[in-house]
């Protein structure tokens, strides 16, 4: 039985079709689902090595924020207990975190977004999540 759906967006078409996806299983379970939005940390590059930088929590807040009333624009979430969250880091690590933090049943995502490798099969995220979840994966095209 699903309890909790962790839906990852980056506002790609492809992530917004796992929304959709996500919020029907919620609907025929009864299901909270959880938008998640990872920022990458920024790289920045200073003669020719690179430094990690942390982003300002409020860089995260309002980009965030932004990503997921984007991503939930047009959406009929009547009916959903929906829980929005934003973080920071590597997204194929934070998600996987986030599905064990939560006791997640069920992550939904897009097959590839805004990836580096545009058109690739399956983005390296969802790969990272696909293999690396202890729970169940769909991966919506």
Do not use: W
Request: negative net charge.
């Amino acid at each position: 039985m699903l309890k909790k759906i962790l839906v990852a967006t980056d506002v790609s078409e492809y992530s917004r079709r796992a929304l959709e996806t996500a919020l029907e299983f919620a609907r025929k379970f009864n299901a909270e689902v959880e938008l998640l939005f990872v920022m990458y940390d920024p790289i920045v590059y200073s003669f020719g090595v690179a430094d990690s930088f942390v982003a300002p929590l409020e860089q995260v807040e309002r980009e965030g924020e932004l990503a997921l009333n984007t991503a939930l624009e047009g959406i009929d979430i009547s009916g959903i207990t929906l829980k929005k969250k934003k973080l920071h880091g590597n997204p194929g690590n934070v998600i996987l975190q986030e599905a064990e933090d939560e006791n997640i049943d069920l992550i939904v995502m897009g097959s590839h977004g805004y990836g580096v490798i545009v058109g690739s099969m399956l983005g390296s995220v969802s790969q990272k999540v696909l293999h690396g979840a202890k729970c169940s994966v769909l991966i919506s095209k």
